[in-house]
């Protein structure tokens, strides 16, 4: 078990904070209605070092150190810690102590596939819900071509350690092949470039741009229930519009995550980047 105040780990807690926010921790005051925004900033940079993984999984915080490190009241510090306690990302018990329980899945913003590095199998897996024929609303069919006129919905749940984090719908062509088991193995593998694998063997056609949307929107009743929390909370909606070489738009991904579950990331390398 790590602590906060083990010797070495305050400087790695401070220096992952003065990158954060770019100059040393600031006093944040209780003047102006500023202290509202104490707990806020507490909250953000746990839950942003629990995320990154200095704050590991197991790792025994201390609240003196954190309210030294951040320079924010004890008052606001574990008000941030109960809100962490709230979506189970620590576990606080009296006299034993507030311990990291959990951290946020990371989702690829890139990649159709949803995957986690960091998790193996079996802590993630996809499970299938249903893959059904229907002809396609107006909204979809404004978006994706239909050469067969009808459209296949596969629906699947993203699941990490036996909790479902997210729901994912696919819309594509009905004369398009079901995506197996065999596919998210290979996309865990070799991530986009299995991606243009299985695109080539499905569609036909080669893979051409990826188009990704993300925003918080209240879940809706069917898709709350299976994520197991209160319609209406709030959820990361993660649209992806796949196209192939020649321009056609061929599949519409929407996946929905828990928003106290999740973090949606991408890594840049800023070498590939057009000048």
Do not use: W
């Not at 990158?19 to 102006?32: D, I, K, N, R, Y």
């Not at 202290?35 to 629990?50: E, K, N, Q, V, W």
């Amino acid at each position: 078990m790590i602590s906060v105040g083990d010797q070495g780990h305050d400087a790695l807690l401070q220096g992952e904070l003065t990158t954060m926010l770019g100059q040393e921790p600031v006093v944040v005051h209780s003047t102006g209605g500023r202290a509202t925004t104490a707990p806020m900033r507490a909250y953000d940079l746990l839950r942003a070092l629990i995320r990154k993984g200095t704050l590991d999984v197991d790792s025994q915080l201390d609240e003196v150190e954190i309210v030294n490190s951040l320079s924010i009241s004890r008052t606001a510090v574990r008000l941030a810690l109960g809100a962490l306690d709230e979506r189970g990302a620590v576990r606080r018990r009296q006299r034993a102590g507030t311990i990291v329980t959990s951290r946020p899945y990371r989702v690829e913003s890139n990649l159709i596939l949803s995957q986690d590095p960091a998790l193996p199998p079996p802590m993630l897996e996809h499970r299938f819900f249903s893959d059904r024929i229907e002809h396609p609303p107006q909204a979809v069919a404004a978006q994706l071509d239909f050469p067969s006129g009808k459209m296949r919905v596969m629906t699947d749940a993203i699941v990490v350690e036996g909790e479902t984090i997210g729901i994912r719908v696919v819309y594509e062509d009905s004369a398009t092949p079901p995506m197996d088991k065999s596919f998210h193995g290979m996309a865990r593998k070799r991530g986009r470039d299995a991606l243009a694998v299985i695109f080539l063997q499905r569609m036909g056609s080669e893979l051409g741009a990826i188009t990704t949307h993300v925003e918080a929107v209240p879940c809706e009743t069917r898709t709350a229930r299976l994520l197991g929390i209160p319609a209406k909370s709030p959820v990361l909606l993660r649209e992806q519009l796949v196209r192939d070489a020649s321009g056609k738009a061929r599949l519409l991904s929407q996946a929905y995550y828990r928003a106290d579950r999740c973090t949606i990331a991408a890594d840049i390398d800023a070498g590939s980047r057009r000048a």
